[in-house]
């Protein structure tokens, strides 16, 4: 978690990732009545950009400000329309505190921490849910780099669906509506990716 190393990779006129919204944020959030939206890790705002053509106010948090200007870029030339849907805020997710259920979906997708860190993160954005809202925490699975393709390679920031829930065990009012591994595509040619997904409602 090297904010300048990220903010180098991002300082170039190309998307470093897909312009098209994350199939597991479309999946959870898609036909659901649109409210206060918290991306946690937003990069260069493929899923806030998503959530605001939808119809939700977003706060779009990312460490790189090199991301969050390249956001502002693609919104501006490409989703104008929901300029005033999103606050873009720099900072850093080990540290930054959301405020306590004030949002009705929050998303924390491929953020790669330590467990500790990831535990820490993890529980900040179960807080942030408002009742009835829902957190969606996304990331590599353990196994990913054995049975899948991609991503990060080091044990030590990878997890499974199992472990974001073990990381909110003891939180009240929470629900876990799917904690599963799952197949993601990548390319033409048959590969497929594995995700840890885990869908939580706050209930009370």
């Known amino acids: 978690m090297d904010a300048a190393a990220w903010d180098a990779r991002y300082a170039t006129d190309e998307l470093i990732w897909t312009a098209e919204p994350n199939r597991w944020l479309v999946e959870t959030f898609a036909g659901r ?4 939206a918290l991306d946690l890790g937003a990069g260069e705002g493929r899923n806030s950009l998503w959530l605001a053509a939808a119809g939700w106010d977003v706060t779009a948090v990312d460490f790189s400000v090199e991301a969050i200007r390249k956001g502002r870029a693609v919104q ?3 989703a104008p329309e929901t300029i005033p849907r999103v606050t873009w805020v720099h900072a850093d997710l080990r540290s930054y505190v959301p405020v306590p259920r004030s949002s009705t979906a929050v998303a924390v997708l491929y953020i790669h921490l330590p467990g500790a860190d990831r535990r820490t993160l993890a529980r900040a954005a179960a807080e942030a849910l408002a009742v009835g809202g829902v957190l969606l925490v996304v990331g590599h699975d353990a196994t990913n780099p054995t049975e899948g393709i991609g991503g990060p390679s080091d ?7 199992a472990d974001v829930v073990a990381d909110l065990a003891g ?9 599963e591994r ?23």
């Open 33 to 36: 009545p649109p409210g206060v």
């Open 76 to 78: 501006a030339a490409h």
């Open 155 to 161: 044990p030590a920031v990878l997890f499974t669906a």
């Open 171 to 179: 939180l009240p009012g929470l629900e876990v509506r799917r904690a």
């Open 182 to 204: 799952r197949g993601r595509p990548v390319g033409t040619d048959g590969r497929v990716a594995l995700d840890a997904v885990v869908e939580i409602v706050r209930t009370s």
